[in-house]
């Protein structure tokens, strides 16, 4: 069974920085793009990143540009999402998603229908 489970929120003072984890089970990661996405109470679920299954391709939402950085560690069928310079409104659920197709560059990363499996999320709150 394919299983995400995300982990490293929590709560960081504007400017500061956490390192989220996703860790896959159930399906050959490498061969999947992985993707990230926030959902902030009373707002719709919003793409952060995504990195293709070969890790050659990456792609950000313009409000994060620059300040956060997914990578992946395929050893470890590990996905990460870097955040720096974080924001209150970084506030959100943060989710990671993978590919609903293997070896398959997407062409809207920023789609949630790319996607054909979530996990639970991990909470991260910025104060000002």
């Known amino acids: 069974q394919v299983q995400l489970v995300e982990s490293g929120g929590g709560l960081v003072q504007a400017g500061g920085s956490l390192r989220l984890s996703c860790a896959a089970s159930?399906?050959?990661?490498?061969?999947?793009?992985m993707g990230w996405f926030r959902q902030a109470p009373g707002k719709e679920r919003e793409f952060v990143a995504a990195r293709s299954w070969g890790g050659r391709n990456t792609y950000y939402a313009d409000s994060v540009k620059g300040r956060f950085t997914i990578s992946r560690d395929n050893a470890k069928n590990t996905v990460y999402l870097q955040m720096s310079s974080l924001k209150p409104e970084d506030t959100a659920v943060y989710h990671c998603?993978?590919?609903?197709?293997?070896?398959?560059?997407?062409?809207?990363?920023?789609?949630?229908?790319?996607?054909?499996?979530w996990g639970q999320g991990t909470q991260v709150t910025v104060s000002s």
């Open positions: 998603a993978i590919q609903s197709r293997s070896y398959s560059v997407p062409v809207t990363p920023d789609d949630p229908d790319e996607y054909d499996l």
């Open positions: 159930g399906r050959t990661f490498s061969s999947y793009t």
